[in-house]
């Protein structure tokens, strides 16, 4: 632990005599550690591919399309808009500050620690960086212990391709994490589950230091009748299976449907499913395993509760050696299940079935509220239900997931589900202290009234500027007092 402890201090102390200096308050070297990480995520690709595989056995489609191509969008964004990010936003002067000028500008908070997750590991880290970089911050990064590959592959590769004096790399597990959340920070970005939120927001309450959370849920999908079923199944199984194999936090956690609708979208499921993964999905190279046994026997588990193992209408297979779990769909398992009342985070589906559709909305609502939501309907008046009852960090209509890759929408929780968002000019906020800047003239008239000794006269005058009278504002800029006393 005492290694953890040094190790975290160093890293800390040399980001922020680097900060100190004033060198990433420049957009010259903001806009460098950003060009940086666009040639890292280009030149390094096979390696960024091959340390995925080696963690999760992620296709290779999958870690581009997820990982590096949205790596690469988040600093092509924040490369095209910095300038006018950084650019001091004019407001107007208040009525008792006149004559003034008024400005916000965007300050970087300093010294901030990103603790990432291991699901999407080059993503999660990476993105946030971004973030902090183009916002003028020093950055340490703590990657996952989980993956374990990637997390080398970053500590690599970062000094190679960023100014090293402001950006660095922890690695380890839960000593270093915990010797990282001792110290003094401007700012905590964590990606990962609410166990851990909890615990990272306890060190962060010691030092009163705003926290980022970007968490999970039980993201629910609703599918009306009104709606292209087949359509609606490809792209569920997207968002679930294709987006590593359910580890993340915005697949699909569950289905509600109506009881009459429910087999016929179960069968364009299957169909779906067998198309993508053959009928030994076990033996796909396009499916990701279990990031490892612990994350494996949990799943295991949640199959072979006694309530909801008789539920299983498709798939089920595991292999323990390989820790893959074949596509799984389940119906009308119980809602107090252990399935039903944990973020599944695997590739374990349930199905629940309703007499009408309308009913969705009670069960959503039964629990925390999810990160993401999914509504496949082609009904504008059920679309603008669902948008008015149910709360969630994001939602989407016939379609899962997709929303994450659009830079110009925030991506965060609320209530369980996390706090703060990111991506895009959420990302720049995300790292940024907004300061109220006035500036005001001494050279014109001084309001005299605003001073003791305090009379009725000076009261009226003040009475009269804060409803806009325009006669009372004279008598405030040329120092007027109601009488021949002037204080």
């Known amino acids: 632990m005492d290694a953890a402890v040094a190790a975290a201090a160093e890293a800390r102390e040399r980001v922020r005599a680097s900060f100190a200096t004033g060198r990433t308050r420049a957009a010259a070297w903001r806009e460098a550690q950003l060009r940086g990480l666009l040639?890292?995520?280009?030149?390094?690709?096979?390696?960024?591919?091959a340390a995925l595989r080696a963690d999760l056995a992620k296709p290779q489609t999958e870690s581009y399309v997820h990982e590096i191509s949205l790596v690469t969008t988040s600093c092509k964004f924040a490369l095209k808009n910095l300038k006018k990010w950084m650019k001091p936003q004019k407001v107007p002067g208040g009525v008792l500050t006149f004559p003034s000028a008024a400005r916000v500008t965007a300050e970087p908070l300093g010294v901030v620690l990103v603790i990432s997750a291991w699901n999407y590991p080059f993503l999660l880290a990476i993105d946030p960086v971004v973030g902090a970089i183009a916002a003028g911050n020093a950055v340490v990064l703590k990657p996952s212990e989980v993956a374990p590959a990637t997390s080398s592959l970053l500590a690599e590769l970062l000094p190679r391709y960023v100014d090293a004096s402001c950006v660095r790399v922890v690695q380890g597990g839960i000593p270093e994490t915990t010797a990282l959340l001792e110290l003094t920070w401007d700012k905590i970005f964590y990606t990962g589950n609410s166990k851990v939120g909890r615990i990272v927001m306890s060190y962060a309450a010691k030092h009163l230091t705003p926290v980022v959370l970007e968490l999970g849920g039980k993201c629910p999908v609703v599918v009306d009748s009104n709606v292209n079923i087949h359509v609606a199944a490809k792209r569920i199984a997207a968002g679930k299976w294709g987006c590593n194999s359910g580890q993340a936090c915005i697949s699909p956690?569950?289905?509600?449907?109506?009881?009459?609708?429910a087999p016929k979208l179960l069968e364009s499921l299957k169909k779906v499913l067998r198309k993508f993964y053959g009928e030994d999905p076990l033996r796909s190279p396009d499916l990701s395993r279990i990031v490892n046994s612990n994350h494996f026997n949990r799943l295991r588990t949640l199959m072979d509760d006694g309530t909801v193992a008789g539920k299983i209408a498709f798939g089920g297979q595991?292999?323990?050696?390989?820790?893959?779990?074949a596509?799984?769909?389940?119906?009308?398992?119980?809602?107090d299940s252990a399935i039903m009342k944990e973020e599944i985070f695997g590739p374990l589906?349930?199905?629940?079935?309703?007499?009408?559709?309308?009913?969705?909305?009670?069960?959503?609502?039964?629990?925390?509220?999810?990160l993401a939501a999914y509504l496949f309907t082609n009904d504008s008046r059920l679309k603008q239900q669902f948008e008015r009852n149910i709360s969630s960090g994001g939602m989407i209509f016939n379609d899962t997931a997709i929303h994450l890759t659009n830079p110009h929408l925030p991506f965060g929780g609320v209530g369980e589900s996390g706090m703060g968002a990111y991506h895009g000019a959420f990302s720049f906020d995300a790292f940024t202290h907004r300061k109220a800047v006035l500036d005001r003239s001494s050279f014109l008239g001084e309001a005299r009234a605003r001073y003791p000794p305090y009379t009725p006269a000076k009261l009226g005058i003040l009475r009269g500027v804060l409803k806009g009278n325009p006669l009372a504002m004279v008598l405030a800029a040329v120092g007027y007092t109601g009488g021949r006393r002037r204080a």
Not at 352 to 370: C, G, L, M, Q, R
């Open 39 to 49: 040639r890292m995520a280009a030149e390094m690709e096979d390696d960024v591919c």
């Open 349 to 370: 589906l349930p199905i629940i079935t309703v007499d009408k559709i309308s009913e969705s909305f009670a069960v959503i609502n039964s629990v925390s509220k999810p």
């Open 253 to 261: 956690d569950y289905i509600v449907t109506t009881k009459s609708l």
């Open 327 to 335: 596509p799984t769909l389940l119906l009308d398992v119980p809602l």
């Open 318 to 325: 595991s292999d323990e050696q390989q820790l893959r779990i």
